[in-house]
T-cell receptor, first 114, second 115 residues
Framework: AQKVTQAQTEISVVEKEDVTLDCVYE???????LFWYKQPPSGELVFLIR??????QNEISGRYSWNFQKSTSSFNFTITASQVVDSAVYFC???????????FGAGTTVTVRA | NAGVTQTPKFRVLKTGQSMTLLCAQD?????MYWYRQDPGMGLRLIHY???????AKGEVPDGYNVSRLKKQNFLLGLESAAPSQTSVYFC??????????????FGSGTQLSVL
């Protein structure tokens, strides 16, 4: 069975602060995919990133960066110089290669205050 | 190219009523999913389908039924709605496994309230 844990329920920051969202996962599969999705107040789910288990290279996309550490089963997400538009619920998700199901964490609500 | 379309977007039911939520995708995806989203619990998988004519139970299947008679459509049924089924429902689809851009494409959600 797989499990995704997002221990932070809510994070509140002031604009321009950095914010890091933690994600810890459990799976018995050796090959799997990890995802981050954003859910803004409008409610839709927006795909942010997909990472394969065999690719531990960190990734940066604009103000977003991801730190994947297989040794600690973590896939953390950092928003640098946060903006009000970053206010949303962020979900981490796991998709094992031997299963058909994407399992989500409970989500972290990020509030960025001007 | 509409992607994943869910209908209806909002619905209010009385306890005991039945209804069907429709999910349609025009991307020729093999896999389709129904999730429900509740505060503090993230998205939980209700049922899923790995191809036309197939369905399987997810994490929270009780009280729901599904059908995938056509590849592009995945229906979620509530036979006798209960207040515990008040939730936001999301449909998603993805191509066959192993695709380079494998990810889930989500619909915009259905807000269901059961009184």
């Amino acid at each position: 069975a797989q499990k995704v844990t997002q221990a932070q329920t809510e994070i509140s920051v002031v604009e321009k602060e950095d914010v890091t969202l933690d994600c810890v996962y459990e799976t018995r599969d050796t090959t799997y995919y990890l995802f981050w999705y954003k859910q803004p107040p409008s409610g839709e789910l927006v795909f942010l990133i997909r990472r394969n288990s065999f690719d531990e290279q960190n990734e940066i996309s604009g103000r977003y960066s991801w730190n994947f550490q297989k040794s600690t089963s973590s896939f953390n997400f950092t928003i640098t110089a946060s903006q009000v538009v970053d206010s949303a619920v962020y979900f981490c998700a796991l998709y094992p290669s031997n299963d058909y199901k994407l399992s989500f964490g409970a989500g972290t609500t990020v509030t960025v205050r001007a | 190219n509409a992607g994943v379309t869910q209908t209806p977007k909002f619905r209010v039911l009385k306890t005991g009523q039945s209804m069907t939520l429709l999910c349609a995708q025009d991307m020729n995806h093999e896999y389709m999913y129904w999730y429900r989203q509740d505060p503090g619990m993230g998205l939980r998988l209700i049922h899923y389908s790995v191809g036309e004519g197939t369905t399987a139970k997810g994490e929270v299947p009780d009280g729901y039924n599904v059908s995938r008679l056509k590849k592009q459509n995945f229906l979620l049924g509530l036979e006798s709605a209960a207040p515990s089924q008040t939730s936001v429902y999301f449909c998603a689809s993805t191509p066959h496994r192993g695709g380079v851009n494998e990810k889930l494409f989500f619909g915009s959600g259905t807000q269901l309230s059961v009184l």
